[in-house]
């Protein structure tokens, strides 16, 4: 047998192995390259089995697999036969104690995961899914696993295991939910399994909303099956990527989302009941959970209750009296959240208040080391209010947050930086509200620019750090951004930067990046300052490689003369190439602004005057395009401007340009796609595209990525020329499915623009429904047809899957039903009473389909397959035809 189950000539002996991982986790890319790297993962598993090496030496093993699963089973395949060679070592044991079984239990569910082999075409998961649901809830207990004394610490392992395949596969123990909520309370570990049943309670929620539904007894169901009844797994809701729980994330999905959002779902009185009673039996255990795991569990309810119809808030309110006052810092955070999510409808008046003070108090305390201090004010500056003022996303300070609450809250010099800059927000927002007194606004603007002042003496420093002038240009960038409509305030700041510039200009580069960062409040009154300032000088100082790299920034054409002047000047002072360059990117810039008879001068004179010859020829260049173009055309001609400075030698930086339409870039989606109506043409099945181009497009190329295993690699579609408003020719996607089921496509868009460039871009994925795969059979001859469904619906048995669905009828009645969505499928009819269809489902399938005669609210189907995963999958499809018509 080929692969990780394929033994080695004889297992390693204990030191071998710690040399041997010892080697993989200094470096797991370079060990996996070398020599041992291959069969790495193969000797991991069959040592496992070895007698010689002890339990210990075996977990380090199986820890391994679970630090590195990508790199030692890097496909499916791979993962699928360590996950099988793992539970058969399980099943191996001994009955007698051993370390083993728990580490046997997470690498099987890790290997499943990370080597994206879960699904329900993998063998190792239909055996993994069972046993761990059988552990979880003390049913394979004592039986083949192990003694009494390994019973609860193997039932939390299943719990956690359940827990991370939820999470990968949302939805997926839907239908065991009430199985699992039945073992709330009896005796088992109570943190693992309350987490687990609190994730899977937030994804049916959100999955049935999304879909439509109702819970349909979820709730309440009783023992899922394993065996020979339904399959408890839903392998079929769609894997949306912000359905994933990010636990400590900074805020939730907006519940309303339309049709689609919890708003959507309406459970019925008995649901609702028994859904707030299954809030209420994990809320009232909660306080047995660590505090981290306590958040996580307030994260997933309050997540899954937020704007879900008939279920208030006030389920989590005796929590609230024991949380208010938690020193944790992880409950706190979770009860914020409570507070965003729920507002007015949780938290009283009185409750913000305390809330408010704990923090203000919290805040201010002198013995916190520096990370809580950064979150307690954190809090304060997102502090979610119940009724908040100005409009939704403005920055503001809480109402009841004023001056004299936050007097221990202001930033001082000898703050480390982070606290400083916290504190100087929250300063910020306490001077942008309107102060009931003047007086009291007066005293903090006042504070604010004594502390400016502050930092910018200490960044004037000739041999200061760097840290304390970037803290001096972070201070003056929150400032600028949170009270740019105050000029009161903008000025001296203004003022305050123009003299450090003055006292210490090898600061140009902090300079520069603020006014590439800054609004115009600031940044056009900045610039002309500091303009001034600049051509004031003589150019003669030391400092001219600093004025000529602030010039190129601030220089503009309606004060060319003094900047001209200022060049003259320095010109006979650049004699090294890098302050000519600078000096020439100072003319650049002036060259973008339109140029004048000034500069025309000063750039003759330097394609005469300068000792490079380089320069001499950027000069002489730089003239002769001022002389023969005009401005709109100057500037196309001077291409995008210098992001970074050049490497070996400006003539580098000057076909940066011609780089840019040599390269491949990035770029917003120029048109939309769509799948189109189908059309039955050649032997398998076609996705029609629809294309629409937003601007002119050319040498178009359409690349497919399928998500999965499902399907082989799909070609690229080429369009030789696209343009807006004129209908393009339908596109033809052939597709290869391995098993038939539904999938998305991952869309990259590579194409020219007019302007010469190649661009690409990413497009919304593609959806593949089931639908979209079925292929009619060869009609047989007219008389024929009765006999030849009969043929087709006997050969489906037994080796094949046989049901029988309830599909919903609208207004239009089972003939337009048939008509619309069936009709290139029928074998063979009697209308309105009986309907044979025969679907070919590639690559080998087929689904066969008799409807009966239709009633009131729907139709009987029977359907027969040699595919038995087909079923489920019918079963949507059927039910779906109704709402899709």
């Known amino acids: 047998m080929q692969g990780p189950l394929c033994l080695n000539m004889g297992p390693l002996s204990r030191e071998a192995w710690a040399q041997r991982l010892g080697a993989f986790r200094a470096s797991p890319s370079a060990f996996m390259a070398g020599p041992e790297g291959e069969g790495l993962g193969r000797d991991l598993l069959s040592d496992l089995r070895s007698e010689k090496l002890t339990e210990q030496t075996k977990v380090s093993l199986l820890a391994l697999s679970l630090e590195f699963p990508a790199q030692l089973w890097p496909d499916a395949s791979a993962a699928e036969a360590a996950a099988t060679f793992l539970l058969d070592t399980l099943v191996l044991l001994s009955p007698r104690p051993s370390a083993l079984r728990r580490p046997l239990l997470l690498a099987a569910t890790t290997a499943l995961v990370a080597g994206g082999a879960l699904g329900p075409t993998s063998g190792a998961s239909g055996r993994l899914l069972p046993l761990l649901l059988g552990l979880a809830s003390g049913r394979d ?22 827990r991370e395949l939820e999470s990968c596969q949302p939805g997926l123990l839907g239908g065991c939910l009430g199985l699992l909520r039945g073992l709330l309370g009896r005796d088992g570990p109570v943190q693992p399994l309350s987490l687990l049943v609190a994730l899977v309670l937030r994804n049916v929620l959100v999955a049935q909303a999304r879909a439509g539904a109702s819970l349909r007894g979820l709730l309440t ?135 408010l003070h704990r923090l203000t108090v919290a805040a201010q305390h002198p013995a916190l080391p520096s990370p809580t201090h950064l979150f307690y004010l954190h809090c304060l500056l997102s502090f979610p209010e119940n009724w908040p003022l100005g409009p939704a996303g403005e920055e503001s300070t809480p109402l009841l947050l004023g001056p004299q609450l936050c007097q221990g809250l202001l930033p001082s010099l000898l703050h480390d930086p982070l606290a400083l800059l916290a504190r100087l927000h929250l300063l910020c927002l306490l001077c942008a509200e309107e102060q009931e007194e003047k007086g009291q606004a007066e005293s903090l603007r006042h504070y604010l620019e004594e502390l400016l002042a502050g ?73 002309g300052v500091l303009r001034q300032e600049v051509v ?80 001499r020829d950027h000069a002489r260049l730089y003239y002769l395009l001022l002389a023969h173009l005009s401005g709109p055309k100057l500037g196309m001609a ?33 048109l939309r796609l769509s799948v189109g109506p189908r059309r039955f043409e050649g032997p398998g099945p076609v996705l029609p595209l629809q294309v629409e181009a937003l601007q002119p497009l050319y040498s178009l190329e359409l690349r497919f990525r399928v998500e999965g295993q499902l399907y082989e690699p799909l070609g690229a579609v080429h369009v030789p020329r696209l343009c807006p408003g004129r209908p393009a020719r339908p596109l033809r996607l052939p597709l290869q499915p391995r098993r038939p089921a539904p999938t998305h496509l991952g869309v990259r868009a590579l194409y020219t623009t007019p302007a010469g460039l190649t661009c690409h871009a990413q497009l919304p994925p593609l959806q593949v429904k089931f639908s979209d795969l079925f292929l009619p059979f060869p009609q047989p001859p007219e008389g024929a047809r009765p006999g030849f469904f009969e043929e087709l619906w006997a050969s489906c048995l037994p080796k094949g899957a046989e049901s029988r669905v309830w599909c919903p009828l609208g207004p239009q009645g089972l003939e337009a039903l048939v008509s619309h969505h069936l009709e290139p499928f029928v074998v063979a009819a009697q209308p309105p009473d009986s309907y044979c269809v025969a679907i070919r489902l590639p690559p080998a399938s087929r689904l066969l389909l008799r409807l009966g005669a239709a009633q009131a609210d729907g139709v009987p189907v029977a359907l027969r397959t040699d595919d038995w995963a087909v079923l489920p999958l019918a079963g949507d499809y059927l039910r779906g035809l109704s709402a899709a018509a």
Request: hydrophobic letters at 45%; glycine letters at 10%; one cysteine or more.
């Open 638 to 670: 001077l291409g995008p401007s210098l992001a970074a400075p050049a490497l070996a030698s400006s003539l580098v930086a000057e076909n940066q340009g011609f780089a840019a339409a040599l390269t491949v870039q990035e770029a917003p989606a120029s």
């Open 455 to 527: 930092l910018r003496r200490r960044a004037a420093l000739a041999r200061s750090p760097r840290a304390l002038a970037t803290l001096c240009f972070q201070a003056s960038y929150l400032v600028a951004c949170c009270l740019a409509g105050q000029p009161t305030v903008l000025t001296p700041l203004i003022h305050g930067l123009a003299q450090l510039y003055q006292a210490r200009p090898a600061l140009a580069p902090h300079f520069v990046d603020l006014l590439d960062r800054v609004g115009p409040e600031l940044g056009e009154p900045l610039r």
């Open 221 to 355: 169901a009783g023992d899922a099956s394993t065996g020979g009844g339904p399959c408890p797994w839903d392998w079929t809701l769609a894997q949306e990527g912000d359905v994933h729980l990010q636990p400590q994330a900074p805020s939730w999905l907006a519940a309303e989302e339309g049709e689609h959002g919890l708003a959507a779902l309406e459970p019925s009185p008995e649901e609702a009941r028994e859904l707030r009673a299954t809030v209420a039996q994990l809320l009232d255990a909660s306080y047995l959970l660590a505090p981290v795991a306590q958040a996580q569990l307030l994260w997933l309810l309050g997540w899954g209750l937020r704007g879900l119809r008939g279920q208030p808030p006030a389920l989590f309110k005796p929590q609230l009296v024991r949380l208010l006052s938690t020193a944790q810092l992880t409950l706190l955070h979770a009860v914020l959240a409570l507070k965003a999510a729920f507002g007015e409808a949780l938290f009283t008046a009185q409750d913000e208040a305390l809330l």
């Open 536 to 615: 004031s000088g003589t150019g003669r100082d030391g400092a001219l490689r600093w004025h000529l790299q602030m010039l190129a920034k601030v220089a503009e054409g309606d004060a060319q003369s003094a900047t001209l002047r200022f060049l003259q000047a320095a010109a006979g002072h650049c004699t090294d190439w890098g302050l000519q360059q600078a000096l020439l990117q100072v003319c650049r810039t002036l060259l973008r602004s339109g140029g004048g008879s000034g500069l025309a001068d000063l750039l003759q004179a330097l394609a005469g005057q300068l000792e490079d010859p380089d320069g």
């Open 141 to 162: 207990l004592g039986r083949g696993f192990g003694p009494a004394s390994e019973q609860r610490p193997l039932q939390a392992t299943a719990c956690e295991c359940l």
